[in-house]
């Protein structure tokens, strides 16, 4: 158990529709990272949160967004969802950012699986 | 970024030593080279990582070129559980394809 939680752990949806998934980290990380990880595409960084602030983006598409809260946990918002947004969505977090070539120790939560009908 | 190149699979028997290659010929100077593990239907998880001299873990060795253009993750004494996935990330969050370690009783 890497200390991080993610709900739900299951979400089944229709095309079109929009759906929020949720992670907390482990106690004292500050740092948040979303990652998606499909059968084509393998695993790709989202998006990091630092302290509630955005830190550093990768191949996140403009229907996703995402936040991170003054309690520290995050939330990753998909809408307008198409049949290729169906994977798993990782969570992990590490108490300071990684930057700068430097990819801190991240702890990840057991995701969530997306499957878009 | 830097691009990375590792064999797509490999093949251990149970406690025999593995040697997990990494090709990443553009790494810049200040980037780290970590490695990350994903065993089945779990999360992916830290396993080591090193700038420019080789390093050791309880989990595993990291042995790098002395031009970083490429590394190897060598694990002493492969177990059934070390069977996974394995990422080789020079710099940051960019996760290939890996390789997958299947290990034989």
């Known amino acids: 158990d890497s200390g991080v939680t993610q709900t739900p752990k299951h979400l089944i949806t229709a095309t079109g529709q929009r759906v929020t998934l949720r992670c907390s980290p482990r106690?004292?990380?500050?740092?948040v990272y979303w990652y998606q990880q499909s059968l084509d595409q393998g695993l790709q960084f989202l998006i990091q949160y630092y302290n509630g602030e955005e830190r550093a983006k990768g191949n996140i598409l403009e229907r996703f967004s995402a936040q991170q809260f003054p309690d520290l946990h995050s939330e990753l918002n998909l809408s307008s969802l198409e049949l290729g947004d169906s994977a798993l969505y990782f969570c992990a977090s590490s108490v300071v950012a990684s930057g700068g070539g430097k990819m801190v120790e991240q702890f990840f939560g057991p995701g969530t699986r997306l499957t878009v009908l | 970024d830097a691009k990375t190149t590792q064999p797509n699979s490999m093949e251990s028997n149970e406690e025999e030593p593995v040697h997990l290659p990494c090709n990443h010929s553009t790494i810049s100077g200040t980037d780290y080279i970590h490695w990350y593990r994903q065993l089945p239907s779990q999360g992916p998880e830290y396993v080591i990582h090193g700038l420019t001299s080789n390093v050791n873990n309880r989990m595993a060795s990291l042995a790098i070129a002395e031009d970083r253009k490429s590394s190897t993750l060598i694990l002493h004494r492969a177990t059934l559980r070390d069977a996974a996935v394995y990422y080789c990330i020079p710099g940051d969050m960019r996760f290939g394809a890996g390789t997958r370690l299947t290990v034989k009783p």
């Open positions: 106690s004292g990380d500050l740092s």
